[in-house]
């Protein structure tokens, strides 16, 4: 079998090894990411997806390597542009994604061309995999799952300007995103000038991704892109499937008033799972056939307790979109911002594992990183 072949790096070297030692500290959030997973395994499957799969033609970089590049832009919010100065600037940085002290980063076309390798040959599949990767690793390394998934969908805007794609509408041309679409983000009660009060909708123009999270780890465990009109009960029991077909030991779901169908209810059911979905007043203040089957199952510990843990999914959006720039698509088209989701959720997940096994966190590290 022929040995396939990477672009050399040197940073295994004795030297290499040496300094960074001395300048990388041992609590570092960097290194701890680095030695907490096994990044041949990244190897093994993302080399499938190139030409020759390193055995022929020019060596490629170690395309975990490559992947390291771009969780770094995620973990700090940077461009293409800006992760490649970061990187050739910044010596953990450097040594977390495998470089020689002396090496250059790839640069910005590398991560181009490698983000448009895993959608054009392996489609969203490679993302879901790796996202999978991520709940086997935890498992792995003895991370626990509780027994409640949190269900939401998280919102983020198109990067486009609505206002130049309506002059381009009104010229003939086409919307530079025709995947994006209007969609309820939600409503709110407002004062008027004349002091009353009235409830107001609001709407945005882009994606959402579909999350299932887990309530005792706050690791991701399944994730859907849709754009931004899609009625996020729709993709409840997919996201169930998949958490199911991962093992995971599930006895709850808990989801908002959005999720309060009754194909849910009884999908969940089916499955021999309790339902904590958010209920609207409907069902139990007015005339339901099945009125005194909510009011039951709103007096269940599960569904209590399902309600009670909601406020960490909506903390974990809050963290993807200031911390990590989830709230704005870095990229045209729904493929793009499947890009920009799948690695949002793997670059959270990573960190929070790395603060379940370590108890190293990274907002404690930040600032030592530049």
Known sequence: MEQRRYVETGSDSFFGEYLYNQIVPQGHFLRKLKQIIDWKRFTRKLIKLYKGEGVVGRPPFDPAQVLRVELIAYLYKLS????????????????????????????????????????????????????????????QNGIQF?????????????????????????????????????????????????????EQTEYFYGYKA????????????????????????????????HDLEQKLPVDTYAGDKGYDDGNNHYYLEQCGLHSAIRLKKTRTEKKDANKQVWLELKETPQYQQGLKERYKIERKFGEAKQG???????????????????????????????????????????????
């Open 210 to 241: 579909h999350v299932s999270l887990n309530a005792e780890n706050g690791l991701i465990t399944s994730l859907e892109v849709t754009s931004g009109e899609v009625y996020d009960g729709h993709h409840f029991c997919s996201l169930v499937d």
């Open 80 to 139: 293409e542009r800006q992760v490649e100065v970061h990187i050739n600037e910044n010596l953990p940085a450097k040594f977390f994604v495998g470089l020689a002290v002396d090496q250059k980063a790839p640069d910005h076309s590398t991560l181009t061309v490698f983000r448009e390798r895993l959608l054009q040959r392996g489609k969203l599949e490679v993302f879901e995999e790796m996202l999978g990767e991520m709940t086997q690793i935890a498992l």
């Open 146 to 198: 509780g027994s409640i998934q949190l269900v939401d969908s998280v919102h983020s805007i198109a990067n486009v300007n609505t206002d130049k794609d309506r002059q381009r509408e009104k010229k003939g041309k086409g919307q530079r995103d025709p995947d994006a679409q209007w969609g309820f983000k939600h409503k709110r009660k407002v004062k008027t000038e004349h002091g009353k009060e009235e």
């Open 324 to 370: 990590h720039g989830l709230g704005r698509c870095r990229y045209v088209g729904m493929l793009g911002f499947a890009v920009q989701a799948f690695m949002t959720a793997i670059m959270l997940n990573l960190k929070c594992m790395v603060k379940l096994l370590t108890g190293v966190g990274f907002k404690t590290q930040a600032a030592s990183a530049a």
